[in-house]
């Protein structure tokens, strides 16, 4: 069974701080990751993607991937109250030649206070 | 803009009847899309994976006779729920891939209550 593990939550920050989520999956052979944001009552949207080790950054974002630790980042800096909503960690792999199924992870809830 | 659209967004019904959900991709062609459920504070449920032109495949527990999906065209596909009863009230939306991440790009979801 393939999975995935996001921190639990709810993550409480301050305004301005930096907020960092964790993921982790269990498929070696996983190929694709990915954050999303979904907000309370809408569908996820697409934070960042991310297909091989080390960083990746766009605005106040960056992915983290390390694939020996089987293991995904996202750090969000300077923390606005708007970011407060569940994010959710995304994993594909490969079944046989083609892409397989996305696995996604519980969510973790971020409350970012004024 | 919007990748993928989903219709309708919201929708009632009685006990009994079922209900058709629309899933579009707007500017590309999606050979395969998905369902997912999900329920209040809880995270997404892939209820099955719409494969065009050919029989959808659904996860484990889900009722393909209840949940009919059809993939008629490469940008087209539906999910009707069928004689609805009020435990499938919930929150349906589709996604399809595009690109060579296979991104999933979401329809805004489709919001179910079943009298």
């Known amino acids: 069974q393939k999975e995935v593990e996001q921190n639990s939550g709810p993550l409480s920050v301050p305004e301005g701080a930096i907020a960092s989520l964790n993921c982790t999956y269990s498929d070696r052979g996983s190929q694709s990751f990915f954050w999303y944001r979904q907000y309370s009552g809408k569908s996820p949207e697409l934070i960042m993607s991310?297909?091989?080790?080390g960083d990746k950054e766009d605005g106040r974002f960056t992915a983290q991937l390390n694939k020996a630790s089987q293991y995904v980042s996202l750090l969000i800096r300077d923390s606005q109250p708007s970011d407060s909503a569940t994010y959710l960690c995304a994993v594909i792999g490969f079944l046989g030649s083609s892409y397989d199924k996305v696995i996604f992870g519980p969510g973790t809830s971020l409350s970012v206070i004024p | 803009g919007a990748v993928v659209s989903q219709h309708p967004s919201w929708v009632i019904c009685k006990s009994g009847t079922s209900v058709k959900i629309e899933c579009r991709s707007l500017d590309f062609q999606a050979t395969t899309m998905f369902w997912y459920r999900q329920f209040p504070k809880q995270s997404l449920m892939l209820m099955a994976t719409?494969?065009?032109?050919?029989?959808?495949?659904?996860e484990q527990g889900v009722e393909k006779d209840k949940f009919l999906i059809n993939h008629a065209s490469l940008t087209l596909s539906t999910l009707t729920v069928t004689s609805a009863h009020p435990e499938d009230s919930s929150f349906y939306i589709c996604s399809a891939p595009r690109g060579e991440g296979y991104i999933q790009y979401f329809g805004a979801g489709t919001r179910l209550s079943v009298l």
């Open positions: 991310i297909y091989s080790n």
């Open positions: 719409s494969n065009e032109g050919s029989k959808a495949t659904y």
